[in-house]
């Protein structure tokens, strides 16, 4: 499936996932109120278009802990924080990534606020993640993306999501193929817990000829995104546009950096 803006072409699809600030229901004491996360978020999707990147989705990184079930105050924060991004930016290729685990609720906000794609880790097989065990919802989320009109919608897939280990591993070919070919997803995510293993990842799948888009999940930077690219379609980035790194709290509260997302695309393009 092509999404609006991305995969139409040989241009690189480029992804800023936008990790958004801890949500009034998570009562933590950096949750902000639904104005100042609209601000945010406006202001940094702002930053990507100006850069010239081609998409971004939205994402609750910052309610920690993540529930093993999307929770009913997420779908409706995503759902708010999505709308008021369309609204500003009506051509901008967006998406929804959830981060605890659900087929309709990623599928229910995309359709609401007009998104184009969705991002779902555990899409088949079973995972063991820091929220349990995690089971593959393909079946469920075919179906109900069908039940409720929502064709139009990409579903991008993990296959074997770092955040989490496989239970009955199976070759990595066999896992993509079963995403893509029995599962119907419509573009693969792969990470390794380097960059040097997620290219190896991407080289192996893209020799399988899985006639499916091929997405670096994780580990892109201003200085590798042109070999990522020689086994990928495109990569999915946060970290490298922040001036803070790693998983701290001031890393994931940090917002994006204009000039090094230009310089990012810069090197896409070179």
Known sequence: MA??????????????????????AFNQPTSQSMDKVIEFAIRNVEKAVRAGVPAVYVQDLGDLPWSPTIQPHTTAYLSVVG??????????????????HGAKEPLAVAQAISAQFVRIKVFTGVMVKSEGIIEGCAYEAITYRTQIGAEDIAILADVYDRTGKPLGEL?????????????????????????EESLKMLGIVK????????????????????????????????????PVGGWTKEAMLAEWDYDRMAQFMEAVKG
Do not use: W, Y
């Open 3 to 24: 999404i609006k803006g991305l995969f139409e072409d040989k241009s690189p699809a480029i992804i800023a996932a936008l990790h958004l600030p801890p949500s009034p």
């Open 83 to 100: 709308a008021a991004v369309r609204r500003e930016f009506p051509e901008l290729p967006l998406g929804v990534c959830m981060m605890s």
């Open 171 to 195: 070759p990595l070919v066999e896992a993509a193929r079963f995403n893509a070919v029995h599962s119907k997803a419509d573009g693969l995510i792969l990470t390794g817990f380097s960059f």
């Open 207 to 242: 020799e399988a000829n899985l006639d499916v888009p091929l997405l670096l999940g994780g580990g892109a930077k201003q200085g590798n995104i042109k070999e990522a690219l020689t086994v990928s379609d495109g990569a999915i980035v946060s970290s490298s546009f922040k």
